[in-house]
């Protein structure tokens, strides 16, 4: 009893934050994603029958324990609509990435690319990666984090990883660029059963696993914007966003009322 309670004091007092941003197309399964790391269904809105999407990014929190090194972190979860789906324009992306950045106060320690085992990685997506590179900056590259949903599609992790290893070439380049921090999520896994809950803890902790590592190796500093100012954030990513349309209409990448 005494023990347990000076490892919880302990535990607290090392309470650390990371805040991580789901991105990625819309289906992928950036909610349900989310709703896994929280460990509790519904928490965020997926897409169902009724085919209702997430309009806004919306934060959730939640705590997750580090065992091996006995740490407890307070995980908080932004959600995102598709960015760059290719149907918002120009103001819509730029309120949004200013939610988002107002919404991770301390900054982002890992943005988090959902990518799904049922829609194939197609050029396209790799370019609305390149994009969003361009316009986030390398800081954002180096702490990208890959999720692949639709884990249940495979009987176990080595076939899992063969999936990975035999994927087309400018997926393997993209994971190669994160240096390969990838983890399989099945979101199908139930919180009712047991199985199913140790499953969700399982991909929680080893995704929790590869965020830290992405901290770590930015020397703990979490993505900012350079200009804290809110006002001057939106003005600033409208630029930067005006900038990479135009480059893209150059290259003719994009038709004139989409931005990607
Ligand atoms: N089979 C399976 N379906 C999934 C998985 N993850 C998400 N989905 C489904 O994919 C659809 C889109 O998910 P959602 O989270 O709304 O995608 P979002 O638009 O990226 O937020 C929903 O019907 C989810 O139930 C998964 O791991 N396996
Ligand atoms: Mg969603």
Same mark, same amino acid.
């Given at each position: 009893?005494?023990? =347990? ?32 790391? %929280?460990?509790?269904? =519904? ?7 009724? =085919? ?14 580090? !065992?091996?090194? @006995?740490?407890? !972190?307070?995980?908080? /979860?932004?959600?995102?609509?598709? %960015? ?12 949004? *990435? @200013? ?7 301390? =900054? ?37 984090? /890959?999720? *692949? ?20 070439r400018h997926l393997r380049n993209f994971l190669h660029k994160c240096q390969t921090r990838v983890v399989l999520f099945d979101n199908t896994a139930k919180l009712t059963n047991e199985e199913g809950r140790s499953k969700l803890e399982r991909q929680r902790s080893e995704l929790l696993r590869l965020?830290?590592? /992405? ?11 350079? *200009? ?33």
């Amino acid at each position: 009893m005494q023990k =347990g309670r000076i490892l919880q004091a302990y535990m607290a007092a090392m309470d650390d934050i990371r805040n991580i941003v789901l991105v990625g197309k819309t289906g992928n399964g950036k909610s349900a994603t989310g709703n896994s790391i %929280l460990l509790q269904k =519904g928490a965020f809105k997926e897409a169902g029958f009724f =085919g209702s999407v997430t309009q806004t990014s919306e934060m959730k929190s939640t705590k997750i324990t580090d !065992y091996e090194d @006995v740490k407890e !972190y307070t995980v908080n /979860v932004v959600d995102t609509p598709g %960015l760059f789906d290719g149907t918002n324009t120009i103001e819509e992306v730029s309120r949004e *990435i @200013v939610r988002c950045m107002t919404l991770a106060k301390e =900054g982002v320690h890992a943005f988090i690319m959902v990518l799904s085992t049922k829609s194939p990685f197609t050029e396209e997506d790799a370019k609305s990666i390149d994009h969003l590179q361009r316009l986030f900056g390398p800081g954002a590259v180096d702490r990208m984090v /890959v999720v *692949i949903t639709g884990g249940d599609a495979f009987q176990d992790t080595f076939e899992g990883t063969r999936f990975l290893t035999t994927a087309p070439r400018h997926l393997r380049n993209f994971l190669h660029k994160c240096q390969t921090r990838v983890v399989l999520f099945d979101n199908t896994a139930k919180l009712t059963n047991e199985e199913g809950r140790s499953k969700l803890e399982r991909q929680r902790s080893e995704l929790l696993r590869l965020v830290n590592q /992405v901290v770590k190796e930015n020397g703990g500093k979490p993505y900012t914007n350079e *200009i804290t100012e809110r006002i001057s954030i939106r003005e600033a990513v409208k630029a930067r966003l005006r900038q990479e349309f135009r480059r893209s209409a150059r290259n003719g990448e994009v038709s004139s009322c989409s931005i990607m």
